[in-house]
């Protein structure tokens, strides 16, 4: 069997579409009987996917990830164990172990304003919170996904129309507003967990209301994912507001985006965390087409 880890200076990198680096190790009878570090040929999940499934890739180890990289990573038939963090070879013990949690897809990047601010140094990751993480169960070897979601709908394509409010009652997002309802794989991750539990096990038709506390939804913020940088290092730094959502680019090149919290005359502050993370969201959810 082989693991391939996303790497970085020992660690698990945390972003799978910009990995350069992956430490490849291949294990006999349950342990690590040799390990090398390799260069990725590319950028973006469908050719990152590509590029282990050609090495015979049998089991992924990554932290962040999104649904359309776990989609093609299970086409290529690929087992993921998202949301490590920590010393690679750690992590592959931990999976050997059978103590290795999956939080499936939990990297939704809600790209605002088009705006790149330029480089900055420390290379900050971003912290996108959609999936979530089940509960630990122990056992054989490998990486558990905690209580499998169970319901007719489950490993079907569904069709839902949705509102979601806040607990004042402000909407923050609808798809009758957009007249097309929502399409996804029901328990695929591509959904934070309350809303593909939700969905479960519905009817044709039926309609319920959720209430989602932020594990069920985008995950509690980050303290981390909040950072300043001196104005000086930050090429049109000059020319952004507090509040707007713009792009920085890491050391790879590769941008991601934050929010702007803060700016002095010397510093500016940004928030890298999901906008939605920490906060309880409702939502009404119609079921209107189980399409397999």
């Known amino acids: 069997m082989k693991i391939a880890v996303t790497y970085e200076n020992g660690t698990v990198f945390q972003h799978f579409g910009h990995t350069r680096t992956f430490k490849v190790y291949e294990v006999e009878d349950g342990k690590v009987v040799t390990s090398q570090i390799i260069e990725s040929n590319g950028s973006g999940h469908g050719a990152l996917a590509g590029f282990l499934a050609e090495r015979n890739i049998d089991v992924l180890i990554c932290g962040g990830i999104g649904g359309g990289a776990q989609t093609a990573l299970t086409e290529q038939g690929i087992e993921l164990c998202a949301g490590a963090s920590g010393s690679a070879d750690e992590a592959v013990e931990a999976y ?28 900050h990751s971003c912290h996108g919170h959609e999936g979530g993480c089940g ?25 839902t129309h949705y509102r979601g409010t806040f607990n004042n009652g402000a909407q923050f997002d609808s798809s009758y507003d957009r007249g097309e309802p929502l399409e996804f794989v029901c328990g695929a991750g591509m959904m934070i967990p309350g809303y593909d539990a939700a969905v479960a096990d ?23 994912a909040i950072f300043a940088i001196p104005l000086a ?60």
């Open 96 to 123: 050997l172990r059978g103590e290795l949690v999956n939080t499936g897809a939990n990297c939704d990047h809600h790209h605002g304003e088009d705006h790149t601010c330029g480089d900055h140094g420390e290379g």
């Open 135 to 159: 509960g630990h169960e122990g056992g054989c070897a490998g990486c558990h996904a905690g209580p499998k979601l169970q319901g007719r709908n489950v490993g079907k394509t569904v069709r």
């Open 202 to 224: 519905m009817e044709i038709g039926q309609t319920v209301q959720v209430h989602l506390m932020p594990g069920e939804a985008y995950g509690e913020a980050d303290p981390e």
């Open 233 to 292: 290092e930050i090429p049109g730094a000059e020319n952004v507001s507090v509040g707007e959502r713009v792009y920085l680019q890491g050391p790879d090149g590769q941008a991601f985006p934050v929010r702007v919290t803060a700016k002095d005359e010397t510093s500016i502050t940004f928030d890298a965390n999901h906008e939605m993370a920490g906060k309880e969201l409702n939502f009404t959810i119609e079921l209107m087409e189980v399409l397999d």
